[in-house]
Every structure is written in structure tokens, then in C-alpha cells.
């Protein structure tokens, strides 16, 4: 039997392997990507288990602790009305992965339907929702996210509100962009001329193949909206005492920068690592479902 022949079934099978399981071959190539899932994955299990795993109550005040350095009973440290600083981490990777989450769940609710329906329906309705759209990008992020966060009023569900809005912007621009590319393929004329109704051709041929971009942008704008959820809360505007929240924290951290610096070390370096995580993870995806990669 010649060596081709030999080869031949590993390339048989590797042409029959699944997108989904080729992409994650890929992903788990590249060690920056798995850093990130592994930090990521870290913080989601500490913030599911708080109850279980948490040292001390979070919002238990001790005027004979307050601004305690680091130590073996208190391994971060405690703030100023001496409350333990890791368990009010561990329960503010909560409020932090929830706005994240949530917030980038509304965006894609709201911004994928309207960008399919502009990309595929085109003319009036395209350039309306295109020109609310550009109307908001000309906003910042966050000072929309602020001014929306004051507008509805200060706690951690109109946080997340006025963030999901903000970002959505970006998700009916992006999904309108894909839809645009993909609805002139063979295989979406292929389903027109058979008949199938605009509906179908959007959900079952455009959506599938444009989910891998949305995918990515969503990591990337779950590490945005933390880091905003971060800043409202450092305003007011977010997570509302004495509930924890990394933002808070470093608000009331600020005050004692040069007496207690571990207050605002810990919640700092949590926000970095989470974002860091979110970042490195989304570039990993973008290459692992890149269909040019091999």
C-alpha cells in the first residue's frame, strides 16, 4: 500500500471534521486565548460560589477593623468601616460579570433584529434605523451611558439598562455590515429563487453565518460594559451601598490612597484581570473562527 493511500483516510476525516470543532482546535492553540478563558472561567466559578467560599459577611461593618492592613484572618485587608476587602471582591465580580453579561445580552437584543432588518430590507427603512444609529455613535459610549444612567436613576438594573443601550449602536452596525456581505452569496440567491419567504432567509441562511462576528464583538463589549458598569458605579450611578461592586470600592478607595492602599489594589487589579481576560479571549475567537485560518 503506498504512502498516499496510507494518508488518505487522515485527510478524509479531517475534511469531515465540524467547523465548530476545527475552530476550537484553533482557539486552544494560541496560549493567550486559553489564559484568558482559564481567568475568565476563575472569576464566574468564585462569583457563582460566593455564598460558599467567602470568608466573612460583606457588608458586616467592625469599627475595631477598620483599615486593617492585609493579615492571615483578613487576606486582602479591610476598608474603611472594616469590612473584609475579599469577600466584598469576591461578590462584586457578581454585580461586575452580571452587568457585563445582561448589558451585552440587551444590545444584542435590540441591535441584531434592527441591523438584519436594515441590511436585508434596504431602502427607507435602512436609512432610518442607519441614521438613528450613526446619531448615537456620535455619542461616546460612556458619557451616553452616564447621561442614561442619570436618567433613569441610580442602581445596578438601570446600570445595566443604559449600558445595553449605548453598546447597541454597535451591534446594528455590525450586523447590518455582515447582512450586507452575506445576503449577495449563491447559497442565499440559491434560497430566494426557491421561494422561501424573506423571514426564513434571514433567520436560517444570514444569521447562522454572520454569528461567528457577533460572537466576537460581544466578547469585546462584555469587557467594555464591565469597565463602564465599573465607572458608574465610581459615580453613584451603579451598584448602590453598601452592596459591594468593584466601582464603588475604588470610589470609597480614593480617600485613603496613602493609608490603605490595598482598598483600591485588590478591586483594581479584579477589574484589569477580568477585561484583560474578556480581550484576550475575544482576539482568540476572531482568529479561531476566521475561515482563512488553517
Known amino acids: 500500500m503506498t504512502d498516499a493511500a496510507l494518508s488518505r483516510p487522515h485527510v478524509q476525516a479531517d475534511e469531515l471534521d465540524s467547523p465548530a470543532r476545527r475552530a476550537r482546535r484553533r482557539l486552544f492553540k494560541r496560549k493567550a486565548a486559553v489564559f484568558g478563558l482559564v481567568v475568565l472561567t476563575m472569576f464566574i466559578t468564585v462569583a457563582a460560589l460566593a455564598p460558599l467560599i467567602v470568608p466573612y459577611d460583606p457588608i458586616a461593618t467592625s469599627w475595631s477593623l477598620v483599615r486593617k492592613p492585609p493579615t492571615a484572618a483578613h487576606w486582602f485587608g479591610t476598608d474603611e468601616l472594616g469590612r473584609d476587602v475579599l469577600?466584598?471582591?469576591?461578590?462584586?465580580?457578581?454585580?461586575?460579570?452580571?452587568?457585563?453579561?445582561?448589558?451585552?445580552?440587551?444590545?444584542?437584543?435590540?441591535?441584531?433584529?434592527?441591523?438584519?432588518?436594515?441590511?436585508?430590507?434596504?431602502?427607507?427603512?435602512?436609512?432610518?434605523?442607519?441614521?438613528?444609529?450613526?446619531?448615537?455613535?456620535?455619542?461616546?459610549?460612556?458619557?451616553?451611558?452616564?447621561?442614561?444612567?442619570a436618567f433613569l436613576g441610580p442602581s445596578?438594573?438601570?446600570?445595566?439598562?443604559?449600558?445595553?443601550?449605548?453598546?447597541?449602536?454597535?451591534?446594528?452596525?455590525?450586523?447590518?455590515?455582515?447582512?450586507?456581505?452575506?445576503?449577495?452569496?449563491?447559497?442565499?440567491?440559491?434560497?430566494?429563487?426557491?421561494?422561501?419567504?424573506?423571514?426564513?432567509?434571514?433567520?436560517?441562511?444570514?444569521?447562522?453565518?454572520?454569528?461567528?462576528?457577533?460572537?466576537?464583538?460581544?466578547?469585546?463589549?462584555?469587557?467594555?460594559?464591565?469597565?463602564?458598569?465599573?465607572?458608574?458605579s465610581f459615580l453613584g450611578l451603579g451598584q448602590q451601598p453598601p452592596s459591594p461592586s468593584w466601582g464603588s470600592m475604588l470610589n470609597a478607595a480614593q480617600r485613603f490612597l496613602t493609608q490603605a492602599p490595598w482598598m483600591a489594589v485588590w478591586p483594581g487589579l479584579a477589574i484589569f484581570l477580568v477585561v484583560l481576560s474578556l480581550n484576550l479571549l475575544g482576539d482568540g475567537l476572531r482568529d479561531a473562527l476566521d475561515p482563512r485560518q488553517r
Open 156 to 232: 445596578l438594573g438601570n446600570a445595566m439598562i443604559a449600558i445595553g443601550i449605548s453598546a447597541t449602536p454597535v451591534f446594528i452596525r455590525l450586523t447590518r455590515g455582515q447582512v450586507l456581505s452575506v445576503k449577495a452569496e449563491d447559497y442565499v440567491e440559491a434560497a430566494r429563487a426557491l421561494g422561501n419567504p424573506p423571514w426564513r432567509i434571514a433567520l436560517s441562511h444570514i444569521l447562522p453565518n454572520i454569528l461567528p462576528a457577533l460572537l466576537v464583538q460581544a466578547t469585546l463589549s462584555t469587557a467594555a460594559a464591565i469597565i463602564a458598569e465599573a465607572a458608574l
Open 87 to 149: 469577600s466584598r471582591i469576591v461578590y462584586g465580580a457578581r454585580a461586575s460579570l452580571l452587568a457585563g453579561l445582561i448589558s451585552v445580552a440587551i444590545a444584542l437584543g435590540i441591535g441584531v433584529p434592527l441591523g438584519l432588518l436594515a441590511g436585508y430590507r434596504g431602502g427607507f427603512v435602512d436609512a432610518l434605523i442607519s441614521r438613528i444609529t450613526d446619531a448615537m455613535l456620535a455619542c461616546p459610549f460612556l458619557i451616553l451611558a452616564i447621561a442614561l444612567a
